[in-house]
């Protein structure tokens, strides 16, 4: 054992020392293991490492860093491959050219300044459904939504509702509505709605610039719907997926909200002067959106 020892180039000692260690880590992976496989089947089914090492709460539990958690995740097979998919499911009106984008390289430093739409497809059972959605660019809240088996005016409208509820009114006077100028935001009925609630109407006129909403789309189409149990109808269906926005809302914790969820993002820096401020895309100056701030 000893012409071992001096082989590997450790002592007795140190070798044990390893040998414990590695131990422990793989007790220790089994636990996180079991806690990914978890929070994927219930929460996010395609939550990444740094994700699933903030909501996990990773470091208070296990004492391990951020940058050695990635690598133990890729090392024991858990880390995912990238998705790449692209499917239109709105198309621009002739009404919609006649607004510009708004967003184009705007700093938003607070909520209902600027809200985004769009809509996605989710094949569930044998049918095909569509979620309409409004969020909130400043904190990534889902402000207004509706699930419905066709792509109408009437439920676009119905997410509008929803989020005027929400916020109230008031609040929403001078808040620009940027869309992909898909004919449903432009319908009278949702038209007459934006009018009366004083919203600003803007319009993007290629994905890039709506990429936030699609983003958006795409989490909760490839990472969260996926969750929803099979074979409900009706009402049911729509409380799951009631339960799932909520969570989003209320509980996922994103890099870009400073590892808050979006009502938590929102209620830490109400009424603070000093909230972190946001750069909307601008496709001229070939720059994304930006958070800065933290």
Known sequence: MERFYRYVGLSRQGYFQALARHQHEEQMM????????????????????????????????????????????????????????????????????????????????????????????????????????????????????????????????????????????????????????????????????????ELQISVARNCLDNGFAEQRNGLLKHHLLTLLPPDLEGPGLVEELSKIIHNYNHKRKQAKLGWMSPVEYENYWEGRSDRPKMEMYDREQGERTRRFGF
Not at 130 to 144: E, K, N, P, Q
Request: proline share 1%; hydrophobic share 35%; charged share 20%.
């Open 30 to 197: 089994v636990c996180i293991k079991n806690q990914v496989s978890a929070y994927r089947g219930s929460k996010d089914s395609r939550a990444g490492s740094r994700d699933l090492f903030y909501n996990l709460g990773i470091k208070e539990e296990y004492h391990l860093g951020i940058n050695k958690f990635e690598r133990l995740m890729s090392a024991y097979g858990l880390s995912l491959k990238p998705m790449r998919t692209r499917v239109i499911t709105t198309r621009s009106t002739k009404q919609s050219w006649n607004y510009g984008n708004l967003s184009k390289g705007l700093i938003v430093s607070g909520i209902n300044v600027v809200v985004v739409g769009d809509l996605t497809y989710v094949d569930y059972g044998s049918e095909r459904y569509y979620l309409f959605c409004l969020t909130d660019v400043y904190s990534a809240r889902i402000v207004g939504w509706e699930w419905s088996r066709r792509m109408r005016a009437q439920n676009a409208h119905g997410a509008l509702m929803m989020w005027k509820q929400l916020r109230g009114s008031r609040a929403l006077q001078g808040c620009i509505h940027h869309t992909d100028g898909g004919s449903q935001y432009f319908s009278d009925l949702y038209l007459g709605a934006m009018e009366d609630l």
